[in-house]
T-cell receptor, first 117, second 112 residues
Framework: GAGVSQTPSNKVTEKGKYVELRCDPISGHTALYWYRQSLGQGPEFLIYFQGTGAADDSGLPNDRFFAVRPEGSVSTLKIQRTERGDSAVYLC???????????????FGPGTRLTVL | DQQVKQNSPSLSVQEGRISILNCDYTNSMFDYFLWYKKYPAEGPTFLISISSIKDKNEDGRFTVFLNKSAKHLSLHIVPSQPGDSAVYFCAASGESTDKLIFGTGTRLQVFP
């Protein structure tokens, strides 16, 4: 398919464990975003990559969260020592290119539902 | 602080009628506004956007209106169809950042 894909679709883990969530962006999209959506809320920004580098990681809640995009395509969001409050849907989005002036929208994947028991 | 607010958590409209979804924002530095639609178990899908230099953008049944002085935007869907039933998110971005700031969403139900 040509859309953004995310794996796994569901992840159940125990408190204190480490998890990795994967995002495959649309081919050719240089910008990649991670968001987190908690129940009853809108998506909340976590981190943005332009190419291989994190251009804005201001949304990462603490140092347990880390994301990489080593080759400028696939990205992995890593969460250490998971807590019950990390339970949410983690959304990935990609975009043809970052920045104005001509805005091009972000295309979202279906998300990974993370449940921390 | 919630920079983008959707104060109506739900809206119910009869098929064929107009649906009006509202969104308010507080940050005057936002210069682009978008509406996304979300079905259960799917990611948000882009619907329509508007630049801060405009006050209206239309695409088929969907029209977005922007009132900068009131820091308010609205999405009009006319005529509404049952397939429009979904959660609608308003989002905003600023010139200095690519991240989207989302509202909490409005669940639209279009009934026959």
């Amino acid at each position: 398919g040509a859309g953004v894909s995310q794996t796994p679709s569901n992840k159940v883990t125990e408190k204190g464990k480490y998890v990795e969530l994967r995002c495959d962006p649309i081919s050719g999209h240089t910008a990649l975003y991670w968001y987190r959506q908690s129940l009853g809320q809108g998506p909340e920004f976590l981190i943005y990559f332009q190419g291989t580098g994190a251009a804005d990681d201001s949304g990462l809640p603490n140092d347990r969260f880390f994301a990489v995009r080593p080759e400028g395509s696939v990205s992995t969001l890593k969460i250490q020592r998971t807590e019950r409050g990390d339970s949410a849907v983690y959304l990935c989005a990609s975009r043809l290119a970052g920045g104005p002036p001509t805005y091009n929208e972000q295309f979202f994947g279906p998300g990974t539902r993370l449940t921390v028991l | 602080d919630q920079q983008v607010k959707q104060n109506s958590p739900s809206l119910s409209v009869q098929e064929g009628r107009i649906s009006i979804l509202n969104c308010d924002y507080t940050n005057s530095m936002f210069d682009y506004f978008l509406w996304y639609k979300k079905y259960p178990a799917e990611g948000p899908t882009f619907l329509i956007s508007i630049s801060s230099i405009k006050d209206k953008n239309e695409d088929g049944r969907f029209t977005v209106f922007l009132n900068k002085s009131a820091k308010h935007l609205s999405l009009h869907i006319v005529p509404s169809q049952p397939g429009d039933s979904a959660v609608y998110f308003c989002a905003a971005s600023g010139e200095s950042t690519d991240k989207l700031i989302f509202g909490t969403g409005t669940r639209l139900q279009v009934f026959p």
